[in-house]
């Protein structure tokens, strides 16, 4: 009698998200095939045209303005869902998975590593470990968002004195997965949408190095009850 193997648990990185979706979440989540892509496309395309027809003639002035206000309006709002809210800023609480697909896609540098913390206590470390001025971290789904400011001063960059020029925070993202042992962290960094002078962009990068660095010497030796291994 032969018995087939029993399924694997789920890895850190494809761990279902068993978490009701919020209306907001499920309407980032809308437009997640080709088919609804192109069916939004044409609606929206046809419902422009129509706008212009109706509206292209008429004296009223702000009747006039309608077609271009859905166009600009819709097609922001189009672009926010076909992406499933990549384009935003900062992200969106959503399925691990399409979080990572966006992580992916924004960041160049990616590392991981483990630790014997539960995911709860690894995301409590990371949390009260950015809690300083110029940095700032809160927890998105099952993910730490840290953001690191002109007044954040962690080391003696070489690209310090660009500091002052900075308009942005310089963002990383910190993917917990639960393990066997504890619990996976994955760090994502160098945004590529930071874009400016070369030294204030190579001081960002210098900020998110560190940050990773802090982030894993503050989990990567520490077991069960925060002691180090």
Known sequence: MSTSPSPSAPGPTNEPDREPLTRKQKALLFLDSRRRRFWAGLTFFAVWLLLEFLFDRTDNYLLHLVPNIFLYGGGALLVVLWTNGAVLN?????????????????????????????????????????????AEARVVGKTVWVRLGKEWHAEDWWHRDAARHMKRRAPVHLFLGATDSGTSITAFSKDRRLAGMHDVVRLSDEMSATAVRLARNATERRGVGGQEQ
Do not use: D, H, K
Request: glycine share 6%; hydrophobic share 40%; net charge neutral.
């Open 90 to 134: 900062q992200p969106v609480p959503l399925p691990l998975g399409t979080m990572r697909r966006t992580a992916i896609a924004r960041f160049m540098n990616e590392e991981s590593w483990e630790t014997g913390l539960s995911p709860a206590q690894t995301q409590e470390a990371l949390v009260r470990l950015f809690q300083q001025p110029g």
